[in-house]
């Protein structure tokens, strides 16, 4: 990252208000992967998941963010009216294409971390990267983190699972390795839901499926010893971990109860809440206060979604509405962030 930019904002408190979930739009992935014939099938299949009348809302929402989503100077004015110092971007999950082969899967990770990165560059501190990696080919993903790395990029951004393969799934084992002793960031990201056609209606492809995503991927992570394996990994999950952190209870329960459940890991499950971070965007102050209390006000980060409608065009705002302890809401809009992604 290059020390060029704009000042830093005026005004702005000790520790940077830092937001972790924000976008990217990189149109030099999706000209990769427009002519491929395995295109076709996947957009056929997200179709099915999300239903007409959602993707009829979907693409124009999407044009009309793009010079949100492309263009660094509009990111940054946009940042500075939501009092925002510091982006954390990822690409947008749309340009997962784990349906790729391996050959147009490296060609794909190299463009996007490199483009993310090229984003990033031109804002001086203000914003920071993170690459992608092609989870359907486990043998490459060590590889692509470190491309990522190398790049100056905080880490990478995950979905919730491959085709064919969980986050528990031992191929993945070299990844978190790696992930754990660089200190890279994981951002658990879903795109997508696997009960499909179920949720083809009023949105609920989104609604309920990121939750649920999130909650079944974080449950993998849990259940089947990763943490404890690797308990210096930094996984961020997106959309406050969607059910998992208040329903963690039952995942308890299951645990004590049930010889099946205690195969993998070696404690609750709720234990692990506090391995784990989290952003903020739950979209309900009280859900949000328990999301705090259940993982500990130095797990919660602020968090966007930034620019899409699903997002909180005003974060900073939506974290006050929770009425945290002063200390606590310092730490999750930015103090806990600053840590983490080592920013002075």
């Known amino acids: 990252m290059t020390a060029a930019g704009p000042p830093p904002r005026t005004g ?101 971390n490199e483009a993310t990165a090229a984003h990033c560059s031109t804002a001086g501190e203000r914003l920071r990267g993170l690459g992608l990696v092609p989870l359907q080919h486990p043998r490459h993903i060590v590889r692509a983190l470190d491309h990522a790395l190398e790049l100056g990029l905080a880490g990478v951004e995950i979905s919730s699972h491959a085709p064919g393969r969980e986050l528990s799934d031992p191929a993945y084992e070299p990844f978190w390795t790696r992930a754990e002793e660089s200190g890279a960031l994981v ?81 609750p499950p709720s234990s692990y809440l506090k391995r784990l971070y989290f952003d903020s965007l739950v979209h309900d102050p009280h859900v949000l206060r328990e999301l705090v209390r259940a993982a500990g006000p130095d797990r919660v980060l602020l968090g966007s979604d930034f620019p899409f409608d699903m997002g909180a065009e005003d974060p900073v705002a939506a974290l006050r509405a929770a009425e945290l302890p002063d200390a606590d809401l310092r730490a999750v809009r930015g103090g806990n962030a600053t840590a983490l992604l080592s920013l002075e």
């Open 187 to 267: 951002f658990l990201h879903p795109f997508g839901c696997t009960l499909d056609e179920r949720l083809d209606r009023w949105y609920l492809s989104n609604s309920v499926g990121q939750p649920v995503e999130n909650a079944v991927a974080l449950s993998h992570l849990i259940f089947s010893g990763v943490l404890d394996r690797h308990p210096g990994l930094k996984v961020i999950a997106a959309h406050g971990g969607g059910y998992l952190p208040t329903h963690i209870g039952r995942a308890d329960h299951a645990w004590s109860a049930r010889s099946d459940a205690a195969t993998g890991c070696a404690h």
């Open 12 to 112: 702005a408190p000790a520790s940077p208000t830092v937001d972790v979930h924000a976008h990217v739009l990189l149109p030099e992935v999706e000209a990769l992967v427009a002519d491929l014939p395995g295109l076709a099938e996947a957009k056929a299949l997200d179709a099915r998941r999300n239903g007409a009348e959602a993707l009829a809302v979907s693409g124009p929402m999407v044009r009309e963010r793009i010079p949100l989503l492309t263009d660094v100077a509009a990111r940054l004015a946009a940042m500075d009216a939501q009092g925002v110092d510091v982006q954390l971007v990822s690409p947008s999950p749309s340009h997962y294409h784990y349906w790729t082969d391996e050959e147009t899967a490296e060609k794909l990770y190299r463009l996007a």
